[in-house]
């Protein structure tokens, strides 16, 4: 199964303001898989956004980064007005649950303890472990959304454990800005990852700082990798 590029309209944990404006570069490059933050635009900015991404024939992710119960219900809720495709991130499933019932989401939970922002992901592997194995017994939950690369660990050992304890699709998200962190992604036998910030501050390849750069260095690589088998 190919290897799935997520791309987030977000710098630092949040929205970017001209995330619309960046959106048109996205599409036309190819991109089918396209999410923002809770956090950075408003409700109605966010609705437009998530419209213009499903209008144009590609899946819409919105990630959870707010770290108390009331605001994660409420980008759930908002998730599921603006009518997303995907709800990645939180931690308080049993509170979101019933709000996405119903509902078309596909929810991915961050597994562990999160904290901080931009959130970092704390505790041991066997913690983490555990908790992503609590996680994915839910019904109603489709998958995972795990920080590895916002881990002070063994990054690989870690996304090899959480694989391991469930057949739900793995997302890797944060902080992943070169190719050899998406051919660890794909060894650990992961489903996607997310890329933000790294393309658009033009640094994960040097060929080109501008985001259609980035954004075709990111797809090519992801395609060699996936035909290579790496």
Do not use: W
């Not at 991130?89 to 961050?110: C, D, E």
């Not at 901080?116 to 194995?133: F, R």
């Not at 998200?173 to 990852?193: L, P, Q, Y």
């Amino acid at each position: 199964m190919s290897l799935k590029f997520i791309f987030m309209l977000t710098r630092n944990d949040q929205t970017v303001k001209d995330a619309e404006e960046h959106l048109e570069t996205v599409l036309n490059c190819g991109v089918k898989h396209i999410g923002f933050k809770d956090i950075g635009l408003s409700f109605e900015k966010l609705k437009i956004l998530n419209d213009k991404i499903k209008k144009y024939g590609a899946e819409s992710y919105l990630e959870v980064v707010s770290l108390d119960k009331n605001s994660e219900m409420l980008s759930a809720q908002t998730a599921v007005d603006i009518g997303v495709d995907n709800l990645l991130g939180g931690t308080n499933i049993q509170s979101v649950l019933p709000i996405i019932k119903g509902s078309k989401i596909r929810y991915f939970p961050f597994p562990g303890e999160i904290v901080g922002h931009p959130s970092v992901l704390t505790g041991s592997i066997e913690e983490i472990v555990k908790s992503a194995s609590k996680l994915v017994s839910y019904e109603g939950v489709h998958g995972l959304d795990l920080l590895a690369y916002r881990f002070v660990g063994d990054v690989s050992s870690l996304m090899n454990a959480v694989r391991s304890v469930t057949d739900k699709p793995v997302i890797i998200a944060g902080s992943i800005d070169c190719k050899k962190k998406i051919i660890e992604v794909m060894e650990s036998g992961a489903r996607a990852f997310t890329i933000g910030t790294a393309a658009l501050n033009g640094v994960y390849t040097s060929e080109g700082h501008n985001l259609t750069s980035q954004l075709r260095k990111v797809i090519e690589d992801v395609a060699e990798i996936d035909s290579k088998g790496l």
